[in-house]
Antibody, heavy 121, light 108 residues
């Protein structure tokens, strides 16, 4: 049974940066696209960013494009979300998720528990 | 960008009821539509992928249908553990993975 574990969340001032990490175990990490999804308190799910298995495809929601950068390290079985110029609207629980199909961008079949990011002065 | 809508936004139902949730895309997405269930304080769980395919381990009372712009999630006989919020998600190539706003299924 695979597992994903997020880390790196916390309280950060507006305009500052934060880097989230997601560590994977229990599956062949290098074969799968990975994703970040966030959920503001009391709100719905918002897709944030995705990265293909080989990092060739990186996609972002309009709300974060140009501020957030997704990356991965297949040797470390981890991927990351570098978040810059943070604002209060970025306050959310950030989930990492695994794609269902190796080599594809399809559906999210495994999720972490999330790491909370709070942007406040 | 592809926008997703869901109806209703919430509903009340009883154990044993048949429940149908509708999801609509702002443009055709073929069958690239997924459904998730989320319970309070928990991460989402994939129920249906590619419009009508049941994810492994998901009970057969859940089913999905549709193509193009209109999709439905049906729970044939609602169980106590099914009270949750349900989200649709489009996965049409090159257009990100937009989620719908969610449908909360509550106990009547």
């Amino acid at each position: 049974e695979g597992q994903l574990e997020e880390s790196g969340g916390g309280l950060v001032q507006p305009g500052r940066s934060l880097r989230l990490s997601c560590a994977a175990s229990g599956f062949t990490f290098k074969d799968y696209a990975m994703h970040w999804v966030r959920q503001a308190p009391g709100k719905g799910l918002e897709w944030v960013s995705s990265i293909s298995w080989n990092s060739d495809i990186r996609d972002y929601a309009d709300s974060v494009r140009g501020r957030f950068t997704i990356s991965r390290d297949n040797a470390k079985k981890s991927f990351y979300l570098e978040m810059n110029r943070l604002s209060a609207e970025d306050t959310a629980l950030y989930y990492c998720a695994k794609d269902r199909v190796g080599g594809s961008l399809d559906a999210f079949d495994m999720w972490g528990r999330g790491t909370m990011v709070t942007v406040s002065a | 960008d592809i926008q997703m809508t869901q109806s209703p936004s919430s509903l009340s139902a009883s154990v044993g009821d048949r429940v149908t949730i509708t999801c609509r895309a702002s443009q055709s997405i073929s069958i690239y539509l997924n459904w998730y269930q989320q319970k309070p304080g928990k991460a989402p769980n994939l129920l249906i992928y590619a419009a009508s395919n049941l994810q492994s381990g998901v009970p057969s009372r859940f089913s999905g249908s549709g193509s193009g712009t209109d999709f439905t999630l049906t729970i044939t006989t609602l169980q106590p553990e099914d009270f949750a919020t349900y989200y649709c998600q489009q996965s049409y190539s090159g257009h990100g993975f937009t989620f719908g706003p969610g449908t909360k299924v509550a106990i009547k």
